[in-house]
């Protein structure tokens, strides 16, 4: 018997993002070989073009691919939701910092909340990818009190991504053979990519820490704003794989022996405050994000993520002063 298609909801679906996340997921690269029925949230004046990319997913003739509806409002758009990829937002262009999108994002994560909380379907799965992601995560998991929140993530499989194919170059070996990278904190050039416990076919393997500290830390954390200097537009296409990548681990599992970073409303681990939601190396069993617990870290990596906590508390404090729960 055919399964009954599972209710992918993503927001900013005619944004860069968008067209090169939903052809992804029709193919069946995010939930296997499962049928999709796509929900596409825009603002009014983007209906329009998101109607196009539906014309274009139906013309692609995907097997899985059960339907295409496009919606301008978060309590249709997100009805029965089982994922949800809220991508939606304006995005940093030159010069700006993160935080300085605050103010003009905060304001669509907590009516989006509110709507999944109300109208998705009991095992919604929640993806942020619009920044500052995290504290999006935050506010949107705070306006759906009767969602667990653990169910509430943000995207930092793209740095970690982007630290894989640092290191592979470094090591001149394909990312496919390393395992067990680390990204703390926040999604911002605060985060805390850690390659210390990297696997490399199942073994340990050194780096050498001035490299660590003097080029790959910085590249890895800055590599947002390098993509957007030379694109003039932030990243699109790894963004949308790397959305791929998270979804499809949680839902599938992590492979064996491995870990990924994802942010999630944390519990305390690693002394970070209950609620802010960070980065932690992370596996998925039986469907659900477990924090890898009990790792010993370096002084410079505890430091480097209490800074990076320090932004988040301030990103929520900022939220709290414009009157949004968080
Ligand atoms: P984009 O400007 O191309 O597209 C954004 C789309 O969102 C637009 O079509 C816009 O109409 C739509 N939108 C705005 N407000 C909306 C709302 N309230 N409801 C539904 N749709 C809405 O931007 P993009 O390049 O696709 O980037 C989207 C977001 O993703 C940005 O915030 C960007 O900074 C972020 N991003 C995050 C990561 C990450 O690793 N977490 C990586 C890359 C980009
Ligand atoms: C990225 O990491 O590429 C995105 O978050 C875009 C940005 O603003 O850095």
Same mark, same amino acid.
Request: negative net charge.
């Given at each position: 018997?055919?399964?009954?298609?599972?209710?992918?909801?993503?927001?900013?679906?005619?944004?860069?993002? /968008?067209?090169?996340?939903?052809?992804?997921?029709?193919?069946?690269?995010?939930?296997?070989?499962?049928?999709?029925?796509?929900?596409?949230?825009?603002?009014?004046?983007?209906?329009?073009?998101?109607?196009?990319?539906?014309?274009?997913?139906?013309?692609?003739?995907?097997? $899985?691919?059960?339907?295409?509806?496009?919606?301008?409002?978060?309590?249709?758009?997100?009805?029965?939701?089982?994922?949800? $990829?809220?991508?939606?937002?304006?995005?940093?262009?030159?010069?700006?910092?993160?935080?300085?999108?605050?103010?003009?994002?905060?304001?669509?994560?907590?009516?989006?909340?509110?709507?999944?909380?109300?109208?998705?379907?009991?095992?919604?799965?929640?993806?942020?990818?619009?920044?500052?992601?995290?504290?999006?995560?935050?506010?949107?998991?705070?306006?759906?009190?009767?969602?667990?929140?653990?169910?509430?993530?943000?995207?930092?499989?793209?740095?970690?991504?982007?630290?894989?194919?640092?290191?592979?170059?470094? $090591?001149?070996?394909?990312?496919?053979?390393?395992?067990?990278?680390?990204?703390?904190?926040?999604?911002?050039?605060?985060?805390?990519?850690?390659?210390?416990?990297?696997?490399?076919? /199942?073994?340990?393997?050194?780096?050498?820490?001035?490299?660590?500290?003097?080029?790959?830390?910085?590249?890895?954390?800055?590599?947002?704003?390098?993509?957007?200097?030379?694109?003039?537009?932030?990243?699109?296409?790894?963004?949308?794989?790397?959305?791929?990548?998270?979804?499809?681990?949680?839902?599938?599992?992590?492979?064996?022996?491995?870990?990924?970073?994802?942010?999630?409303?944390?519990?305390?681990?690693? /002394?970070?405050?209950?609620?802010?939601?960070?980065?932690?190396?992370?596996?998925?069993?039986?469907?659900?994000?477990?924090?890898?617990?009990?790792?010993?870290?370096?002084?410079?990596?505890?430091?480097?993520?209490?800074?990076?906590?320090?932004?988040?508390?301030?990103?929520?404090?900022?939220?709290?002063? $414009? /009157?949004?729960?968080?």
């Amino acid at each position: 018997m055919t399964p009954s298609p599972v209710n992918v909801t993503v927001t900013g679906a005619a944004g860069q993002i /968008g067209y090169a996340l939903l052809f992804r997921i029709a193919s069946g690269a995010m939930l296997g070989d499962v049928p999709v029925r796509l929900r596409l949230l825009e603002v009014p004046q983007a209906v329009a073009a998101a109607e196009g990319t539906a014309m274009e997913l139906a013309d692609s003739a995907f097997p $899985l691919l059960a339907g295409v509806d496009v919606f301008d409002t978060p309590d249709a758009a997100f009805a029965g939701a089982q994922v949800a $990829l809220l991508v939606g937002a304006r995005p940093r262009t030159s010069g700006m910092e993160r935080a300085d999108l605050l103010a003009a994002n905060a304001g669509i994560f907590g009516p989006q909340g509110r709507a999944i909380g109300e109208h998705a379907a009991d095992d919604i799965r929640v993806l942020v990818v619009g920044n500052p992601a995290n504290t999006n995560a935050a506010i949107a998991a705070a306006h759906a009190p009767d969602v667990p929140r653990e169910r509430f993530t943000a995207m930092t499989r793209l740095d970690h991504n982007r630290a894989l194919a640092q290191l592979a170059a470094k $090591l001149e070996v394909g990312t496919g053979r390393l395992a067990r990278m680390s990204i703390w904190g926040n999604h911002s050039s605060t985060q805390v990519p850690d390659p210390s416990r990297v696997l490399l076919d /199942g073994e340990p393997v050194g780096f050498d820490p001035a490299w660590v500290s003097d080029h790959f830390v910085p590249t890895v954390a800055n590599r947002g704003a390098a993509i957007i200097q030379a694109r003039g537009a932030s990243s699109a296409a790894s963004a949308a794989s790397s959305a791929i990548d998270h979804v499809r681990d949680w839902v599938q599992g992590t492979r064996d022996g491995d870990w990924v970073s994802v942010a999630l409303p944390s519990a305390g681990q690693y /002394g970070v405050p209950d609620g802010l939601v960070s980065s932690f190396p992370a596996v998925s069993v039986d469907g659900e994000w477990q924090v890898v617990e009990g790792l010993e870290l370096s002084d410079g990596v505890r430091r480097a993520l209490d800074a990076s906590v320090a932004e988040l508390t301030a990103e929520r404090d900022a939220v709290r002063a $414009l /009157g949004i729960s968080i």
